[in-house]
């Protein structure tokens, strides 16, 4: 079976500071696909970034940037110069080479961007 | 191009009765997922469609199922509800290919009293 932990349950930061979310998976499948998406108010999932279990090269997105570990099962999140906009619910997710449409969701961080 | 549509966005019901939720998938996308979201037990999966059939079935109980038409299109539906099934449904599309990101609609609020 999968899992995702997403430690952090709720991270509160000043705009302009850097933060980083957390994102721990389980799964004994060779081949698998790892995600995050963010939840704003109006509840839709957007689309971050995908990443699978061959690649593990760091991506960054302009403020964004992803470190994938597969030594250590970690998929982690930065957002560099937080900004008030970046505030919403982030979900960590995983799927397996097997049922590439069923996605295994983490709990979610809520993440707060004070002014 | 136009996103994942779900219809209605918010329904109150009474426990007993029925439901019947719609989800139109981004133009070209056959692959339609179905997860329900709840503040104690977060995004579950629910069960995906492809080209009509259900290939992926998560644990639920048999009161909810759903379809798919032959435009994609999908439906599901909850039958006898429960004060339990109270939650967020979201509705999720993906182009074929292995692994591809799902793109969700802005969900369905249920409440059931």
């Known amino acids: 079976a999968q899992k995702v932990t997403q430690a952090q349950t709720e991270i509160s930061v000043v705009e302009k500071e850097d933060v980083t979310l957390d994102c721990v998976y389980e799964t004994r499948d060779t081949t698998y696909y790892l995600f995050w998406y963010k939840q704003p108010p109006s509840g839709e999932l957007v689309f971050l970034i995908r990443?699978?279990?061959?690649?593990?090269q760091n991506e960054i997105s302009g403020r964004y940037s992803w470190n994938f570990q597969k030594s250590t099962s970690s998929f982690n999140f930065t957002i560099t110069a937080s900004q008030v906009v970046d505030s919403a619910v982030y979900f960590c997710a995983l799927s397996v080479g097997g049922s590439n449409y069923k996605l295994t969701f983490g709990k979610g961080t809520l993440l707060t961007v004070n002014p | 191009k136009a996103g994942v549509t779900q219809t209605p966005r918010y329904l109150i019901k009474t426990r007993g009765q029925q439901v019947t939720l719609s989800c139109s998938p981004i133009?070209?996308?056959?692959?339609v997922s179905w997860y329900q979201q709840t503040p104690g037990q977060g995004l579950q999966f629910l069960f995906e469609?492809?080209?009509?059939?259900?290939?992926n079935k998560g644990n639920f109980p048999g009161r909810f199922s759903g379809r798919q038409f032959s435009n994609s299109r999908s439906e599901m539906n909850v039958s006898t509800l429960e004060l339990g099934d109270s939650a967020l449904y979201l509705c999720?599309?993906?182009?074929?290919?292995?692994?591809?990101?799902?793109?969700f609609g802005q969900g369905t609020r249920l409440t059931v009293v």
């Open positions: 990443r699978n279990s061959f690649d593990e």
């Open positions: 999720a599309s993906s182009p074929l290919g292995r692994g591809t990101e799902a793109f």
């Open positions: 469609y492809f080209s009509e059939t259900q290939r």
């Open positions: 133009s070209g996308h056959r692959s």
